[in-house]
């Protein structure tokens, strides 16, 4: 399996036919090629990251062919499971092996994100399934943004765009549309920001050191048309995952920290149900009450179920914003009284 570390949207836009304008020349090899698939805005508005699929990445296609339009996945099988790649020099994803537009009749796509080395099936009435369960690794650096298309209908023979040339040889006289996938996301997406409660005084510093997301669930099976696409291996093996890291810490105060952006650092987790005492983060930090000349360590260990989030959805991202606070030391101060102590009698 493929490692990715690119992508975090969420997709949901809905494909859009392919275009049935035939061109007025073709290449004599009319290979079946892909343009640069896309990666929607996520479903929570928190902005968007990542909506252009990576070159370095390669993605599994299936095809039917049909000699008229439709709406639905059907027809005669063209081909299966096979795995387009980027080629730098057509600016597009290719097939291997190649495959070629037949001369009548139209061709329909849907895509799963990354190519995948076991196989999996598509049909219209479950959609991409994965019924061995899906692992996402026990750490961040075994994260996969597993991503899938919708199908993109009634294909005909990919056209070219006519470009202005004013050399006498056929080198740039056309340039290689492909066929247009929308990706999806299929996993959930989780983000820290941290910043302190208020405004301290200006000897008091902080210091994040560490995020870690613990007791996630890394297993499960995932059937696309389901209600609830993912049932997660709640008996299965759980990971821990580091959302944050640095040495010898990244100071902050009032001010927000998007502490996964700060190393590049993105957790993309199987979606499941938050449990009481299962997924919990654990933030350590340090304090300092002289300007940074000494650092005193501090943990914090939360419960997620005791967030607002009651689980995390398929093609969504959660944003956490921890709040860390001080109490401020207040005295109280008392005057113990006089002990009554006799000094005795004195006669003169």
């Given at each position: 399996m493929k490692k990715s570390f690119f992508l975090a949207a969420v997709a949901i836009t809905v494909l859009a036919g392919c275009a049935k304008n035939e061109p007025a020349q073709l290449a004599q090899e009319e290979s079946i090629t892909f343009f640069a698939p896309v990666v929607g805005p996520q479903t929570k508005v928190y902005g968007e990251i990542g909506a252009n699929y990576n070159t370095g990445e390669s993605f599994d296609v299936w095809c039917v062919h049909n000699t008229a339009d439709i709406?639905?996945?059907?027809?005669?099988a063209y081909f299966s499971d096979v795995e387009a790649t980027y080629d730098s020099g057509l600016g597009g994803w290719t097939l291997s092996p190649k495959y070629y537009?037949?001369?009548t009749g139209e061709l329909s796509f849907v895509a799963l994100s990354p190519s995948l080395d076991n196989t999996i099936a598509y049909d219209h009435a479950n959609g991409f399934q994965i019924t061995s369960a899906w692992s996402q690794g026990a750490n961040q650096d075994a994260i996969v943004d597993l991503m899938y298309s919708e199908p993109t209908f009634n294909c005909v023979k990919a056209s070219f765009v006519n470009a202005y040339n004013d050399n006498d040889d056929d080198s740039g006289d056309y340039k290689y549309n492909g066929v247009d996938i929308n990706f999806k996301h299929a996993l959930s997406y989780i983000?820290?920001?941290v910043k302190t409660t208020a405004n301290y005084s200006a000897t008091t510093k902080f210091r994040l050191n560490t995020i870690t997301l613990s007791g996630v669930y890394?297993?499960?099976?995932?059937?696309?048309?389901?209600?609830?696409p993912w049932t997660e291996n709640t008996a299965g093996a759980t990971g821990t995952y580091v959302a944050f890291t640095d040495t010898p810490g990244l100071e902050f105060g009032n001010s927000a920290v998007l502490a996964a952006a700060a190393t590049g650092?993105?957790?993309?987790?199987?979606?499941?149900?938050?449990t009481a005492g299962q997924q919990k983060i654990t933030v350590n930090y340090q304090i300092s009450t002289d300007n940074g000349t000494t650092w005193i360590d501090q943990v914090q260990e939360v419960d997620l179920k005791n967030a607002t989030v009651a689980e995390w959805e398929m093609g969504k991202k959660y944003t956490y914003n921890l709040s860390i606070g001080m109490t401020e030391i207040i005295f109280d101060p008392a005057?113990?009284?006089?002990s009554e102590v006799a000094g005795g009698d004195i006669t003169f």
């Open positions: 709406t639905e996945w059907g027809g005669t537009w037949p001369a983000l820290f920001n890394t297993t499960g099976t995932f059937n696309q048309k389901a209600y609830d650092k993105e957790i993309i987790l199987l979606p499941q149900e938050l005057v113990t009284y006089w």
